[in-house]
């Protein structure tokens, strides 16, 4: 996971930037479903100032089956399953942010929109093994939110990482987060702002409805 630890350094460098590093990520986008990048988004850091952040060219999904999301991103993902032993994530497509965050460049609103507000009609036109991300701010204040659901018929539970935003550089902070229960809403929050965030080890839990 090497490589991913570039992209996310280069979350802080802006696009017009980018275009004289390397892409560290073009051996996996050949392999497999990547975000185009090349545009940067604003993170509010209190109600009155914001920091960019560049979306950088880079995979949805990670090689040893670690997500990556940005802030202001909603996307699904198929979760293949045998009982209880889960295959690594598949990207399906981003839709309209749900906590959208301001980017430059392309324009959010020519994706499609998730129906419905609850779990249930949210995941309705998706087959089973289906796992919804949203990710962002709401608004203007600081906090982070992570929303989730799928449809498997276990609970699920995840490790995120998330990178806190500091001078020319992202801290990598591993993070609680609770069980997911199928067709429920699950709420992850911070009181402050977060660059991307990693969701790896997407697992059926053995230690019953515990939050770590």
């Not at 490589?3 to 986008?29: H, K, T």
Request: aromatic letters at 8%; a negative charge.
């Amino acid at each position: 996971m090497a490589w991913i630890w570039r992209i996310i350094v280069l979350g802080l460098v802006m696009a017009s930037a980018q275009a004289a590093e390397p892409d560290p990520a073009a051996a996996i986008c050949a392999k497999t479903a990547c975000r185009a990048g090349g545009f940067s988004i604003k993170v509010s850091v209190d109600k009155e100032h914001f920091t960019s952040l560049a979306v950088t060219h880079s995979p949805y999904v990670e090689e040893d089956g670690t997500i990556l999301i940005f802030p202001g991103e909603t996307l699904v993902f198929h979760l293949p399953a045998e009982g209880d032993k889960l295959g690594a994530p598949q990207f399906v497509a981003e839709y309209a942010p749900q906590m959208p965050a301001e980017r430059d460049t392309p324009d959010s609103r020519s994706l499609p929109k998730l129906s419905g507000a609850l779990p249930a009609d949210v995941l309705a036109p998706f087959p089973t093994g289906s796992f919804v991300i949203s990710y962002g701010q709401r608004g203007r204040e600081p906090s982070t939110y992570l929303i989730m659901a799928h449809n498997l018929p276990q609970t699920l539970k995840l490790d995120a990482v998330m990178m806190i935003i500091r001078p020319g550089k992202y801290e990598p902070h591993a993070t609680s987060t609770c069980p997911l229960m199928s067709k429920v809403f699950g709420f992850e929050h911070w009181p402050h702002p977060i660059g991307p965030m990693l969701l790896k080890n997407i697992r059926v839990p053995t230690g019953g409805m515990v939050c770590d």
